[in-house]
């Protein structure tokens, strides 16, 4: 019941914050926006959506604590734990089921929504009021569907002596963070999303709205792309079919509103800079916005099995109608307030950094668009024809590769030319130096690949790798000639100065290696093979030697496990145990692979069945180039996007400064 | 400054330049959509029962798996929903996620009734249970 009431409760406070936050503030006709006239109303406005934050919370710390305490009386603990769940495992079956994700997603929204409201820099800027109305209005629907028909907090009238505990394939640390980190990024859309309506209600559209958005975008930005990653190793190391993406509705869905928030990253920046595509920035945040709630109905809602299924769903509904008003009220007021955002200086040349950036956003709003479609193909052929025409991971790649390459490209131009007009003499020049590295890497990828396509995807992508060290190398260089610094010192400086710039190069020179890493899979192989302990077998230039089969119990499985030794010749340099587990509530059995990871390619076992009788066991080997270089350039990637996030916020207080490092590229 | 007389080829310039890049994305799409094993109708063992698809079509059903059967470089299983069933052949080696009592997808074209595959995939539905699958699991322990 507490909980429940906990959630009542956040309902109230969250309508007081908007209803005081709208009545804190009043129109003025003369200025054409909205002013704060009772600033001690907008103060408890700001701490109402701290008071929401910690009722939800407080509401979760219950389901929790149920959780925990196998309070098998709730119907959504004894669907989702059992007895014998260990406490990790325990806390993370808070969002294995829609009940509960819903809370999660109540719960990282008002997170937002008090961070958002009660900094500091709150009480000053412009935009808090409205967007603050919007976020309470999100909150209160995800809140209603908690508190009505989607209650996580739903008694049994016969309670069960134990739960069925976690499905075997979410007994994974993956589980553990993979979708907080999705939903951390989905939901925080919301908040570049407030800000657009409050800026198009304030009518201010101009550069403060772009400062301001940028933070709240960047957060976004690195969870989904966290949450993506940790998708990708969930399903590597959990699902066993050998790869990481596989063009699931539910990944796209995730993947596409991430495409349009990289598209605005890079967009707002020429807004920032030069005033242009004010009405392309305010539409990139609404429909990054619009796909994020999309993706989180997809994945939920039951609409990918089929348009009839959807309907049946208690939740997609709600949701429709939830993404209709945000789609319609972004678009609508766009439209209104059109004339205001007119009047845009003109593109300059073809040859400079806004072009790069234009160029690079319409090639990410068309990639967001072909997943979009490729993954609601089969929702409109059935509307249309009564039969499902699905497109499957062969079309992704076929597009995506040729845009992912366009990407790359332009993000190597992007990094050399400079603001306004640059020459194109001045642009081969400084790529002389990538161009000779790139050629260099695209060599060892050859000499140990043999495979021209990936030396040619390695070409690329070590292109802007190597345009991007040799550029942070440049300034750094130059930064210690003329302020006598050490290498070091002065490269740590650049970071300092301007974490945005560099934290972004960083982000790219990720990205470059995880390609590197994606081209791999073209290289891969598989196999299956059926051996009794003693024998020995050989796959990919690798000896197996199965030496032995354990079969124990623990409480809630069987486990069987192999044994495996890897030689060259007859140096052994490793061993694996793949595990194949039959969890009793599941009466099903669950592999656990066994991964031997080299930079040059991973040995990737499934123990996929063993005859009781004589211990003969299958298994099915695959051979996986480059996936260790995913990893490596996804955990780049995440540290320059929170050096782009963390660095920038120490200056932002202070005015904008000419870059320094421009200055210095003069002089270099 | 830009003059008037600068501007307006300037913006002929960039619209065609950013039409340019848009066709050829759309270009692209309708390349990759014509690419084979790239689109496949999606039918449930019924409808194939009901109407036998032209062999020349690529078809991708999806059911529950029966009967599965495993073999070096083969695999042979029943995709069911309930009333009907496909039989469905395949070369090479099917997920380690696929079981009987889980649902599957395959695809390839239906020849008298049976699937020649070229693609099997295990659907995660486990991922994100259904209630109902959950109620039906209590029901058993």
């Avoid at chain 1, 260990?86 to 990282?108: E, H």
């Avoid at chain 1, 990481?244 to 020429?270: C, K, R």
Wanted: with cysteine; proline share 5%.
């Amino acid at each position: 019941m507490l909980g429940r009431g906990l959630l009542g409760l956040a309902i109230a406070f969250a309508l007081y914050a908007a209803v005081a936050a709208i009545c804190a503030q009043r129109y003025d006709h003369a200025k054409r926006t909205w002013e704060v006239v009772r600033p001690e109303l907008l103060t408890s406005a700001r701490r109402a959506m701290g008071a929401v934050c910690l009722c939800v919370a407080g509401a979760s710390a219950i389901l929790w604590y149920a959780l925990f305490s196998r309070d098998f009386s709730y119907s959504y603990v004894a669907l989702s734990t059992a007895r014998g769940t260990v406490p990790w495992y325990t806390f993370s079956s808070f969002w294995s089921g829609m009940q509960g994700s819903l809370l999660l997603w109540a719960l990282i929204l008002s997170v937002y929504g008090a961070v958002f409201s009660l900094r500091r820099n709150a009480a000053r800027e412009p935009f808090v009021p409205w967007a603050m109305v919007v976020l309470a209005g999100a909150e209160l629907f995800y809140l209603a569907l908690a508190f009505g028909p989607i209650n996580p907090f739903a008694r049994l009238d016969i309670i069960p002596s134990d739960g069925r505990g976690l499905n075997p394939l979410l007994h994974s640390p993956g589980m553990l963070i993979h979708p907080p980190m999705l939903y951390t990024g989905l939901i925080g859309m919301t908040v570049p999303f407030a800000l657009v309506v409050s800026a198009l209600i304030n009518r201010r559209t101009g550069t403060e709205w772009i400062r301001v958005t940028r933070v709240w975008a960047l957060v976004p930005f690195i969870a989904l792309g966290i949450g993506l990653v940790l998708g990708g190793a969930w399903a590597y190391t959990e699902l066993g079919w050998g790869g990481y993406w596989g063009w699931d509705p539910v990944e796209n869905a995730a993947f596409m509103p991430w495409l349009v928030i990289t598209a605005y990253l890079h967009s707002g920046m020429v807004q920032e800079r030069r005033g242009n595509l004010r009405i392309w920035n305010v539409f990139l945040v609404t429909l990054a916005a619009c796909l994020a709630t999309f993706g989180a109905f997809l994945t939920r809602s039951g609409l990918l099995s089929s348009v009839h299924t959807f309907a049946e769903s208690p939740i997609g509904k709600w949701f429709f109608v939830f993404l209709a008003i945000q789609a319609i009220g972004g678009i609508g007021l766009l439209v209104w307030r059109l004339p205001d955002l007119r009047g845009e200086s003109e593109l300059g040349s073809a040859v400079s950094k806004e072009a790069m950036f234009l160029i690079n956003n319409l090639v990410f709003v068309g990639a967001a668009a072909i997943v979009l479609i490729g993954t609601i193909l089969p929702l409109i052929t059935e509307v249309i024809s009564g039969q499902q025409l699905q497109l499957g991971p062969p079309f992704f790649n076929r597009v995506l590769s040729p845009i992912g390459a366009a990407l790359l490209l332009l993000a190597t131009i992007g990094t050399v030319v400079p603001w306004r007009r640059g020459t194109v003499r001045r642009i081969t020049q400084r790529l002389l130096t990538p161009a000779l590295v790139a050629l260099a890497v695209a060599l060892v990828v050859y000499a140990v690949m043999h495979r021209t396509t990936i030396a040619g995807v390695a070409y690329v992508a070590g292109l802007l790798g190597a345009t991007t060290i040799v550029e942070i190398v440049r300034a750094a260089r130059a930064r210690s000639r003329l302020a006598g610094l050490s290498m070091p010192a002065a490269g740590s400086g650049l970071f300092a100065r301007n974490p945005r710039r560099y934290g972004g190069y960083v982000v790219h020179l990720g990205v470059a290696i995880m390609v590197i890493g994606f081209a791999g899979s073209i290289g891969r192989v598989q196999t299956e093979i059926s051996a009794k302990p003693g024998d020995t077998f050989t796959f990919a230039d690798t000896t197996f030697h199965y030496e032995k089969l354990e079969q124990y119990s623990v409480p809630d499985k069987d486990i069987n496990l192999a044994l495996l030794g890897l030689y060259h010749g007859t140096h052994r340099f490793g061993t694996l145990r793949p595990q194949l587990n039959f969890h009793r509530n599941w009466d099903q059995p669950q592999s656990e692979i066994a991964i031997r990871m080299t930079p040059r390619a991973d040995l990737y076992v499934i123990l996929a069945g063993v005859d009781s009788q004589t211990s003969a066991s299958i298994f099915r080997i695959h051979r996986n180039p480059l996936v260790f270089w995913v990893w490596l350039g996804a955990v780049i990637a995440f540290i320059g996007g929170l050096f782009a996030l963390l660095g920038g916020r120490r200056r932002r207080a202070q005015p904008t400064p000419t870059e320094p490092s421009q200055e210095l590229e003069a002089v270099a | 400054m830009q003059t008037a007389n600068t501007k307006k080829p300037q913006r002929l310039r960039w619209s065609l330049g950013i039409s340019l890049v848009v066709a050829g994305i759309g270009a692209l799409a309708f390349w990759a959509v014509a690419s084979p094993g790239a689109l496949a109708y999606y039918r449930s063992p019924s409808q194939i029962a009901q109407q036998r698809p032209d062999p020349m079509q690529n078809i991708r059903v999806g059911g529950r798996v029966r009967d599965l059967e495993r073999g070096a470089g083969y695999a042979n299983f029943t995709l069911t929903d309930g009333t009907n069933n496909v039989a469905v052949r395949y070369r090479g080696e099917v997920p380690d996620t696929l079981k009987d009592g889980t649902d599957g997808i395959a695809e390839g074209h239906v020849t008298g009734g049976t699937m020649q595959a070229t693609q099997v995939q295990a659907k995660c539905s486990s991922k994100f249970m259904t209630k109902k699958d959950a109620k039906s699991h209590i029901g058993s322990s």
